[in-house]
């Protein structure tokens, strides 16, 4: 059974920055390309980010040249951090497979606001 934690999540004025975690267990990361996603409420959930197991990584255009997705194979872990933030970034952040296939986790609440 996979388990996926996220963290790192927070209230942060506009222009600001933060960078999320996600450890996985039960699983291991290393050869599965996966993504964050985000779900603001009363819209669907949507891919923001991915990376692939060869570490090659695509952007959604909304934080195309904000957002960089990192893994470390040796954690098992992906990360996303987030510069210049705004308010429309505002929603529950979680990762999974590229192709969500594992249970999702709780998420994590990134809330941007002055």
């Known amino acids: 059974q996979v388990q996926l934690v996220e963290s790192g999540g927070g209230l942060v004025q506009p222009g600001g920055s933060l960078s999320l975690s996600c450890a996985a267990s039960g699983r291991i990361l290393r050869h599965t390309a996966m993504g964050w996603y985000r779900q603001a409420p009363g819209i669907e959930r949507e891919l923001v980010a991915s990376?692939?197991?060869?570490?090659?990584?695509n952007y959604a255009d909304a934080v195309k040249g904000r957002f960089t997705i990192s893994r470390d194979i040796s954690k098992n872990s992906v990360y996303l951090r987030m510069n210049s933030l705004k308010p429309e970034d505002t929603a529950v952040y979680y990762c999974?497979?590229?192709?969500?296939?594992?249970?999702w986790g709780q998420g994590t609440q990134v809330t941007v606001s002055s």
């Open positions: 990376i692939t197991a060869g570490g090659s990584t």
């Open positions: 999974n497979t590229y192709g969500p296939s594992w249970s």
